[in-house]
């Protein structure tokens, strides 16, 4: 009986989602969106009801307080990166996958725990990962990505 040599395992969408997941966990990677066309809209919504309620008066001092809580609502809540991973709809999961798959294909694992084996111990992909998921957080995602120590 021969031995044939092994096909080339399929990299799996999970396996690297998971990956992604453990080194920005690790990194303690946040990322926090801004929701300006939200905050645009507050702001002038509140402008809008103050000019009906209090005439010119009161469009400036709508204005002033909307523009306060569109400034406070555009501010962005810093969320955990494994997080946002998980949550993002299986088109986006793929588009990530196709960058960071590049960087792993060359490996050999059998699971995500493995793969994530062999990643934690080479610092080089851990960087070159990092800066696939930080260039797509915030080119495709348009987030500001924060380390917190």
């Not at 092994?6 to 997941?21: G, K, Y």
């Not at 509140?46 to 555009?74: I, Y």
């Not at 590049?102 to 111990?121: F, N």
């Amino acid at each position: 009986m021969e031995s044939e040599l092994p096909a080339e395992m399929p990299i799996l969408v999970e396996d690297v989602m998971q990956l992604l997941c453990s080194i920005s966990e690790e990194r303690k990677m946040k990322a926090a969106f801004k929701h300006s066309g939200r905050g645009a809209l507050v702001t002038g919504a509140v402008a809008f009801v103050g000019g009906l309620v209090g005439g010119p008066p009161g469009l400036a001092v709508g204005g002033a307080v909307g523009g306060l809580l569109g400034a406070w609502m555009t501010s962005g809540q810093f969320r955990p990166i494994p997080q946002i991973i998980m949550e993002l709809p299986p088109a986006e999961q793929q588009k990530l996958f196709n960058e960071a798959a590049a960087v792993v294909r060359h490996l050999e694992w059998t699971d995500a725990v493995q793969l994530t084996a062999l990643v934690l111990g080479s610092e080089a992909l851990q960087e070159r990962l990092l800066a696939v998921l930080v260039n797509y957080v915030t080119k495709e995602l348009r987030a500001e990505v924060r380390y917190d120590d």
